[in-house]
C-alpha cells in the first residue's frame, strides 16, 4: 500500500458536535509512515522513504521532515512524547539492530531490540532480539519477567501495549496453540501478574486499561464500559478521559464525558468522502491513522484541535492533564 502524504484534520467543539476540516502537509521527496504524535508539541513521528526514522512539525509550527540518524543503514521510529524524544530502532552495517531514543537527531543505543514505547516521564520498553521485553529508564535497563509456563500453558507472543507513569507495564501474551489469550501488568517492584479474561489495547496514564471489548479495568476489577465497541486508545484522568475507536455502527469515534463524537460523519465541505480506515493513537484531541480520499489515495491522518476564540480557554482547560499515547498499529 503506498502512503502518499499526510493529512491534518482539525476540528471545532461545539457542545457534543464537531466539526472536521482537512489540510494536507507536503514533504517533498518523501513518503510517510507517521507512527504517533505529540500532544504537547504538535510533532508527529514514523518512517519516511529509505527506512528513514523523522520527526515532523504540525501545521502550526512547519519546520518541515527532520531525518534522524541511522548510521546509514536504516531506522524506524516508533513513539515519540511530550518531550519531542523518539524512540524505535536502528540497523548497524552487520544486520544488527539496536534499541534505542533520539534526542534531537542524535540516536542513543540501549541494547539489542527495539524499543517501542516511551511515557512523558521517560520510562521505555521495548523487546531484544530474543523476544525478551524490558524496561528502561534513567539509564537502568531491567528484564521484564516472562510469564510462568504452566502444565496447561505455555506462553509466547509476550508483547507490551503501555506503560503508566508510575512505570507499570500492560501487555498480552497467546498460549504456544493460540487457544487461550491473556493480558498481564509489571512492575519493578511486583513482577509479572496474569490478567486471566483480559486482552488489553491500551492502558492510561494512571493505570486504567482498556480492554478489546470496550470494558474498562483496574487490574483484574471491572470498572465501567468505555462506550466504544472497537477500541484502540485511551488518554485522560477522570473527566478527561477520552476513548478512540469504532462505535457500533463501526464508525470512528471519540468518547468523552458521556458524548460520543463521531469523525467521519462530520467531515465538512470539500473533506466530505473521505474514509477513516484506521485511528491508531489519540493523544488529547490530537489522532493519528490512516484515511482514504474521494480518489482512492491512501493518505496518514493526524487529527489536531483548532478550537475558536471564543472557546479556546474552555477547551484548553479540558485537555490540560491529556498526554501523549503510543502508537498502535495493526
Known sequence: MRIASVIVLSFVTVAAH???HAQRIQAAGYQLDHRSISFGTGYTAGQATGHRAFTQASKQRRRGLNLLEDLGFGSWAND???????VGRIRTASGQSLAGFWTGAAFTAITDGEATIINNVGMISGKRSNGDLFFYHSGVLTPIDRLPNTEQSEWINQTQVGVTDSGMVVGTAVTADGSV?????WSA???????P?????????????????????NR?????????????SITGVGHN???LGRHTNMEWAVYKN?????????????????????????????IVGVGTSPTGTVWNIAIHPVPEPSALAAFAAGLGVLWLRRPKRT
Open 18 to 20: 464537531a466539526e472536521w
Open 80 to 86: 515519540i512524547n511530550y518531550s519531542e524524544t523518539v
Open 181 to 185: 489469550r491473556t493480558g498481564w501488568l
Open 189 to 195: 517492584t511486583e513482577g509479572i501478574v496474569r490478567l
Open 197 to 217: 479474561g483480559l486482552w488489553p489495547v491500551d492502558v492510561s496514564e494512571v493505570g486504567v486499561i482498556l480492554n478489546s471489548d470496550g470494558y474498562l479495568y
Open 220 to 232: 483484574n476489577t471491572l470498572l465501567r464500559y468505555s462506550h466504544v465497541a472497537y477500541p484502540t
Open 241 to 243: 478521559e477520552m476513548i
Open 258 to 286: 458521556g458524548t460520543l463524537t463521531g469523525i467521519e460523519a462530520d467531515l465538512e465541505g470539500e473533506d466530505r468522502g473521505w474514509s477513516i480506515n484506521h485511528c491508531y493513537v489519540m493523544n488529547g484531541a490530537q
